[in-house]
Nanobody, 116 residues
Framework: QVHVVESGGGRAQPGGSLRLSCVAS????????MDWYRQSPGKQRRLVCS???????NYIDSVKGRFTLSRGATNYTMDLQMRNLKPEDTAVYYC??????????WGQGTQVTVSS
């Protein structure tokens, strides 16, 4: 069984910063990927960025240069540093752990609100 838990988030003003963390635990195989998705009211959940088990990362264009993924201090943890936040970044952010052939495991989500 795999558990995924997010923390962080909250409220920031435009141009501000927030940090999210994700911790996965359980039976995790090699070749995993940890993703951040976000979902705004009335919209589909969309992929924001990914951290692969080899340490490589990928970001959608709208967050490149503003969001930075990094490995956490322990295995299967990752941090997302979000800078120069914009109102359109407002969403519930979800962490997902994916493993080859096993699908994905989701956290409960954490709210990020960017507003003046």
């Amino acid at each position: 069984q795999v558990h995924v838990v997010e923390s962080g988030g909250g409220r920031a003003q435009p141009g501000g910063s927030l940090r999210l963390s994700c911790v996965a635990s359980g039976s995790i195989s090699n070749g995993y990927v940890m993703d951040w998705y976000r979902q705004s009211p009335g919209k589909q959940r969309r992929l924001v960025c990914s951290l692969f088990s080899d340490g490589s990362t990928n970001y959608i264009d709208s967050v490149k240069g503003r969001f930075t993924l990094s490995r956490g201090a322990t295995n299967y943890t990752m941090d997302l540093q979000m800078r120069n936040l914009k109102p359109e970044d407002t969403a519930v952010y979800y962490c997902r752990l994916g493993m080859p052939g096993l699908g994905g495991y989701w956290g409960q989500g954490t709210q990020v609100t960017v507003s003046s």
